[in-house]
């Protein structure tokens, strides 16, 4: 799986390359009821060399598309300060049309700029479980 163009370019003229982040989630369905698939991710701020920088920012890139295919993030963007950690929830519900045993996949760079940016390449994968946990 690879990433939109847009996010190699961005990466090239920051000549630093993407790390890529694998998100699994698996919805499940049971007696004609769909429970979405939640999954936290957290990010962080070990430290600053600067200080002057009081905190971390991070920020998903093109959030309306995640939602057209039926993916929340939440926060989308914020702020994380030195010595602490953030946890974003991601969220999937099946969209209307979602054919069963499809899996839904895409890709969306996430930007941490700290004293240095970094741009981690996530792909999101889902799909809905008939079977019982």
Known sequence: VTC?????????????????????????????????AVRMLQVGCIRSTQPSKKSSEFLWDNVASLQQQGFS??????????GHKRTITVTWTPPSGYKPYEVVQTCVPVTLKGDETNVYSVTLMASVSTTAD
């Open 73 to 82: 993030v939440e926060p989308s963007k914020g702020t994380v300060e030195p």
């Open 4 to 36: 939109p163009s847009s996010l190699l370019a961005e990466s090239a003229v920051m000549e630093k390359p993407t790390t890529p982040v694998l998100v699994t989630l698996q919805a499940s369905y049971n007696a004609g009821t769909i429970t979405p």
